[in-house]
């Protein structure tokens, strides 16, 4: 019995009155505003909306797309902040250890550099 009514559930929440529109910005919209008042939905691909039979018999409808030109407050100026810190930090990391490396090529003798060289052939993946 509880396996039947499990699949009832389940199978209920995957053929739902939304399923076929639910994945769109206007049906969240047109939930948003009427809720379980929405009767059906339908998409209209001509106009790029979503349009909602309400239980009274009325129409409503939304926009399926959010503008791209669209400011969204707090999106991307966050994020920019944050990448352009990693990056400074990634610069300022790469130009310490190049002037390690500068430095130490430059102080060091011709056998300390054979001895480097040939430690590093040395090397395989495996170690």
Same mark, same amino acid.
């Given at each position: 019995?509880?396996?039947?009514?499990?699949? &009832?559930?389940?199978?209920?929440?995957?053929?739902? $009155?939304?399923?076929?529109?639910?994945? #769109?910005?206007? *049906?969240?919209?047109? /939930?948003?505003?009427?809720?379980?008042?929405?009767? *059906? $939905?339908?998409?209209?691909?001509? &106009?790029?909306?979503?349009?909602?039979? /309400? *239980?009274?018999?009325?129409?409503?409808?939304?926009?399926?797309?959010?503008?791209? =030109? /669209?400011? $969204?407050?707090?999106? /991307?100026?966050?994020?920019?902040?944050?990448?352009?810190?990693?990056? !400074? !930090?990634?610069?300022?990391?790469?130009?310490? %250890?190049?002037?390690?490396?500068? %430095?130490?090529? #430059?102080?060091? *003798?011709? =056998?300390?550099?054979?001895?480097?060289? !040939?430690?590093?052939?040395?090397? #395989? !993946?495996? $170690?």
């Amino acid at each position: 019995m509880f396996q039947s009514v499990r699949s &009832n559930v389940r199978h209920a929440s995957h053929q739902g $009155m939304f399923a076929s529109v639910r994945r #769109s910005v206007g *049906s969240d919209i047109l /939930l948003a505003r009427h809720g379980s008042a929405i009767s *059906s $939905m339908r998409l209209d691909r001509a &106009n790029a909306r979503v349009v909602a039979r /309400l *239980s009274d018999g009325t129409f409503d409808s939304a926009p399926n797309l959010i503008d791209p =030109e /669209l400011h $969204m407050p707090g999106r /991307l100026d966050d994020d920019a902040k944050l990448i352009a810190a990693v990056c !400074a !930090a990634t610069v300022g990391l790469a130009a310490v %250890m190049a002037a390690v490396v500068g %430095m130490v090529f #430059s102080f060091a *003798s011709p =056998e300390q550099l054979a001895n480097f060289t !040939a430690a590093l052939g040395s090397y #395989s !993946a495996g $170690m």
